[in-house]
């Protein structure tokens, strides 16, 4: 009972500071309100355009527009505009016809928008040298009534110049004077409905109200100029030199004009509803210096019609056309991406972001596709399209608004590669301007606008090359760590930011990344990325200089030293017939392999990295191997040739060099398993993240993919130690002298309560890596030192009272007193495993080759049939048992050993 006490007691204690020490963080569910949050605002944003454009559209069809939003409705449509956008923040809203009417407010600059209908192109004849500022009289129409358009046109400053056209530019070409109508592009225009549903009337009555219709025209771009001839309709006009004349094309300009608080254009000094350079509320053109005074007068269609009695329809004359407008471009709604694609799908769509003409900025439009009934034949005509535009920087601004925290980036990304950035709560908006020729060379800074229009254009980022700032790192990292990890929509992942300092990059912190993906009717396909700043957890590596530093650092030097120290007793002491008969040459091995673990504690020691992982799975896991070995084979050998104890053994030999050859199989298989997880799973540092009712930590832990690793080395050694725990106790009836088997038990045992507790710790109780080294360390320290102490110190215990008995012995000795042999006088021990061959716990008292195990505590009959010999034949030397005692003889020793 003593001795259970002795070892139990101790490791109690031990498992019992494991579990007061350990104070796991209470874990709980993360809420991903943010992600929540940010996903219904959008949401919210990005619903608003779709009922205003459905508003409109019933709107219209109500016949609340008294033309149908042609021309004449210009200005009803921009104040209701005003209305809109004031309710619904966005940044324009507008339409564009079939006839290339377009119609628009913008909101964010306070301007609006306005080209008349019709079609671009028109020849132009012009004087050789003419068609620049200050030339519009060199210039004129071949077709009278376009005179009007060509001579709308200002520069910056406001000087009138004409509408032509340059090498590059479209313009619309009428298909029979765009009367004929075709079905429209979209699929379910294109069925052949009386043929797919020629026996159901009702669903061919259904597909044909489906069948869209649109008028027949076709895009066409001026060629660059090539041998004195300008290509127009791809065909070259030539110049007719003779004349001093050459040919062009001219435009329809697109106007932007000052505006009024309720919407409508003005140029009345103090009305314009956005301060100009002098803070008074007067209309500039672009220079900001010339005030706008435009009133052309002219036959234009914003003016209206007037029917006479006879029905003869009369354009009006009026010279507010352009009233406000204080700058033109060159623009047909009908070949711009929003305008085309709603057109050939025939439904409301979100665009692809796309550089906006007015002002150059990157941005998506959401369209709406409105149509007419044919009074004639009834069918659906698609007159035009609604749309509403939403800038990149205005995306950002709302995110700015919602999300303008210190602790939190939400960025928005596109779905589809390259990802490329919507808009971030930081302000970047992932796009660039830089010069056409050259997308490396970054755009000037220009005040004329339309100069940096021609030189200039606006290109995006993919959000994998943001680098411009640490918030822009921010955004990278964490795309490249989502990706990597598949966007997964429940889980936080860490993002280490950096920042470079003086070209030396230095950490900044670490953040928390979650993922959402975002879509919204009209196919916006989006992710969502939130970025929360998170606690750095350092509890899970030991550095010099930690608090915790000396519990991991002491145990571990202390450990290899005690272990050292008994090793050189050990072996000192090794030609002792006390340490002969421990067969000191495996138990030393097995003391070394424990004075090495000790040490390989220290590796524990040092960040979490990769390199370190991997050394931690190697030096641990082989050095436990390498001291286990030894003491496995020493106890296969034990219970090998002398089995429980309770029967005389077979005669069989088991040499040295067999026992250490059976040692190298475990070492090379446990260096195999090491070896193969080492290129297929090899421990890695991890970063991960922890959340509970506090917040958010980040951690640096080492861990493998899979617990792959974790069973088969939890199999292999545990099979090694349930082995040895199982052979130990098989020979647990041997006497104590001259054998090793309570100490090969209790070492077997300790290792195995001690090594199933650092399991417990590091695998059941939620505590972190520093915490774990520092009980592995303890534990190491606990199971080696005690397993060398059990070996070493009763060993030398016996040696010092064999000492002290011979000594007193020899004192006390008095001539013809019977004299107790010593055992080496007795038996010729064969250096290494005699004690073995001495631990019978049978006495024979019978025949003449009968020896007392109370002498020699072993009895074996027949011994010219037990054979013990190393198995070197050179040596010749085995273990024999002669018949030198006699009765007489047998009864001293028993005096002397009861004395």
């Not at 030999?653 to 250490?660: D, E, G, L, R, Y």
């Not at 505590?857 to 030198?884: K, Q």
């Amino acid at each position: 009972m003593k001795s259970k006490g002795f070892i139990f007691t101790p490791l109690s204690t031990f498992l019992l500071i494991c579990v007061a020490l350990t104070t796991p963080p209470t874990l709980a569910e993360f809420n991903f309100e943010i992600g929540n949050r940010v996903t219904e605002k959008l949401a919210s944003y990005t619903t608003a355009p779709i009922r205003l454009l459905s508003l409109l559209s019933t709107y219209r069809s109500k016949k609340a527009f008294s033309h149908d939003l042609r021309a004449p409705d210009r200005d009803e449509f921009l104040v209701l505009g005003d209305a809109l956008l004031t309710t619904y923040p966005h940044d324009l809203v507008y339409y564009g016809l079939e006839d290339g009417t377009f119609v628009g407010h913008q909101m964010d600059s306070r301007m609006s928008v306005y080209r008349e209908p019709g079609e671009g192109g028109y020849e132009v004849v012009v004087e050789n040298g003419g068609g620049g500022a200050g030339s519009e009289e060199l210039a004129s129409a071949v077709s009278p009534e376009m005179q009007k358009h060509l001579e709308s046109c200002v520069d910056n400053h406001g000087k009138m110049i004409p509408c032509l056209m340059h090498p590059g530019q479209s313009y619309i070409e009428c298909i029979d004077g765009c009367k004929a109508i075709q079905k429209c592009p979209d699929e379910n225009s294109q069925r052949e409905c009386r043929q797919l549903f020629d026996d159901n009337e009702d669903e061919r009555n259904s597909c044909e109200e489906e069948v869209k219709w649109c008028i027949s025209y076709r895009e066409q771009i001026i060629l660059p100029e090539n041998d004195g001839a300008i290509a127009v309709n791809n065909a070259k006009i030539v110049n007719t030199s003779e004349n001093n004349y050459h040919s062009q094309r001219g435009y329809i300009p697109w106007t932007q004009h000052c505006i009024d608080s309720s919407g409508l254009p003005t140029q009345t000094p103090g009305q314009n509803s956005v301060p100009g350079p002098d803070n008074l509320h007067n209309c500039y053109h672009s220079d900001g210096s010339n005030p706008v005074q435009r009133n052309l007068s002219g036959p234009y269609a914003y003016c209206g019609i007037d029917s006479d009695d006879d029905g003869t329809a009369t354009p009006i004359i009026c010279n507010t056309t352009f009233i406000g407008g204080f700058v033109s471009y060159n623009y047909d709604p009908r070949y711009r991406p929003w305008y085309t694609k709603t057109k050939e799908m025939q439904e409301p769509n979100w665009s692809e972001p796309y550089v906006f003409f007015q002002n150059d900025q990157m941005g998506i439009s959401y369209s709406h596709p409105i149509y007419k009934t044919d009074e004639d034949d009834g069918r659906k005509v698609f007159v035009g399209v609604l749309a509403l535009d939403l800038t990149l920087t205005g995306i950002a601004s709302f995110l700015i608004k919602n999300y303008d925290e210190a602790e939190n980036i939400v960025a928005i990304i596109e779905e589809a590669e390259p990802n490329y950035l919507i808009a971030s709560s930081t302000g970047t908006t992932g796009v660039k301007k830089v010069l056409k020729d050259d997308h490396s060379i970054p755009c000037p800074e220009m005040e004329n606008f339309a100069l940096a229009s021609e030189i200039c254009t606006t290109v995006r980022i993919p959000v994998a090359e943001l680098k411009n700032g640490f918030m822009e790192r921010v955004i990278s990292n964490s795309y490249m760590i989502q990706k990597k990890n598949g966007f997964p929509p429940s889980r936080l992942l860490p993002v280490q930011s950096k920042d470079d300092t003086d070209d030396v990059e230095v950490a900044q912190g670490v953040h928390a990344s979650q993922t959402k993906q975002f879509s919204s009717v009209g196919g916006i396909n989006w992710r969502i990325m939130i970025m929360s700043p998170v606690d750095i957890h350092e509890e899970d590596s030991i550095l010099p200089g930690d608090d915790m530093f000396p519990f991991l650092v002491t145990p571990a030097i202390i450990g290899s030293v005690v272990c050292m120290a008994l090793l050189l007793l050990f072996t000192k002491h090794r030609g002792e017939q006390e340490v002969i008969a421990s067969d000191w040459r495996f138990t030393g091995a097995f003391i070394f392999g424990c004075a090495l673990l000790n040490l390989a504690c220290l590796s524990l020691i040092g960040p979490n990295t990769d390199s370190l992982c991997l050394s931690r799975m190697w030096f641990l896991n082989f050095f436990f191997v390498l001291a286990l070995t030894p003491l496995f084979v020493k106890t296969w050998r034990f219970y090998k040739l002398l089995g429980d104890g309770t029967v005389i053994p077979r005669r069989q030999s088991i040499s040295h060099a067999k026992t250490t050859l059976m040692m190298i199989p475990f070492i090379l298989f446990e260096v195999l398993i090491l070896t193969i997880f080492t290129f297929v799973d090899p421990s890695r540092a991890e970063e991960m993240l922890e959340y509970d009712d506090v917040g958010v930590t980040h951690r640096i832990v080492c861990t493998h993919e899979n617990s792959a690793f974790f069973a088969v080395q939890v199999v292999y050694q545990g099979s090694l130690i349930l082995v040895g725990c199982v052979l130990a106790f098989k020979t647990r009836n041997m006497k104590k002298e001259y054998r090793d088997n309570q100490q090969l038990m209790l070492t077997l045992y300790n290792i195995a309560l001690v090594g199933t507790v650092i399991l417990i710790v590091a695998n059941v109780v939620k505590v972190y890596q520093g915490t774990i080294r520092i009980f592995l360390s303890v534990g190491v320290f606990w199971m080696t030192v005690f397993s060398c102490c059990v070996f070493v110190l009763p060993r030398l215990l016996q040696i010092h009272t064999r000492s002290s008995i011979s000594s007193n012995r020899g004192r006390r000795s008095q001539p013809g007193r019977a004299q107790l042999p010593s055992a080496p006088s007795t038996v010729a021990i064969d250096s290494g495993f005699c004690a073995s061959t001495l631990q019978q716990q049978q006495d024979h008292v019978e025949g003449a080759n009968i020896v007392s195990s109370r002498t020699l505590g072993t009895a074996v009959e027949n011994p010219a049939n037990f054979d013990l010999s190393d198995g070197d034949s050179s040596s010749g030397r085995r273990v024999s048992f002669e018949p030198i005692l006699n009765e007489e003889t047998i009864q001293a020793i028993e005096k002397a050993a009861n004395r």
